[in-house]
C-alpha cells in the first residue's frame, strides 16, 4: 500500500489533482484500475491519502529535526535543509505538493482544508 501511495504522490505532486488521470495512477502505480478501486474508495479517496502521507512525512521530519537541534537555529537551519531536500531538491521542479494543493483544492474542498487544520500538532488522517 505504501508503494502505491508513494507512487501516487509523485503523480500527483508532477501534474496536480485535477490534471492526474486514472491512466496516469495506473501507470504510476503499475496497478489495474480495479487494483486502485479495490485499494481506494475513488481518484479523491486515493489523493487524501497520498497527501496525508506526504504531510505525516514532512511532520515527521519537521519534528526530529527541530527536536533533535542543539540551538533553535540549528532547528531552522535543519528544517529548511529538510524542506529543500523535499520540495526543490527534485528531478522535476515541482514546489511543495501541500503548497499546490492548498491552493489547487483548499478553497473549495473541506476534505483538504481539514488536512490543513492548524490547531492539530500533526496532520489529521484527512
Given at each position: 500500500m505504501d508503494e502505491a501511495l508513494d507512487a501516487a504522490i509523485g503523480m500527483f505532486w508532477t501534474k496536480g489533482?485535477?490534471?492526474?488521470?486514472?491512466?496516469d495512477l495506473?501507470?504510476?502505480?503499475?496497478?489495474?484500475?480495479g487494483s486502485i478501486y479495490k485499494a481506494f474508495d475513488d481518484?479523491?479517496?486515493?489523493?487524501?491519502?497520498?497527501?496525508?502521507?506526504?504531510?505525516q512525512e514532512g511532520y515527521r521530519q519537521t519534528h526530529a529535526a527541530l527536536s533533535n537541534a542543539d540551538t533553535p537555529l540549528d532547528g531552522l537551519r535543519a528544517w529548511l535543509h529538510i524542506f529543500a531536500l523535499m520540495c526543490c531538491d527534485q528531478p522535476v521542479q515541482r514546489g511543495c505538493l501541500a503548497m499546490n494543493t492548498a491552493v489547487?483544492?483548499?478553497?473549495?474542498?473541506?476534505?483538504?482544508?481539514?488536512?490543513?487544520?492548524?490547531?492539530?500538532?500533526?496532520?489529521?488522517?484527512c
Open positions: 489533482y485535477k490534471a492526474t488521470s486514472m491512466a495506473m501507470e504510476a502505480t503499475g496497478l489495474h484500475k481518484k479523491h479517496d486515493l489523493f487524501v491519502k497520498s497527501l496525508t502521507r506526504y504531510l489547487e483544492l483548499g478553497p473549495h474542498d473541506p476534505e483538504i482544508r481539514r488536512c490543513y487544520n492548524a490547531t492539530t500538532p500533526a496532520p489529521p488522517d
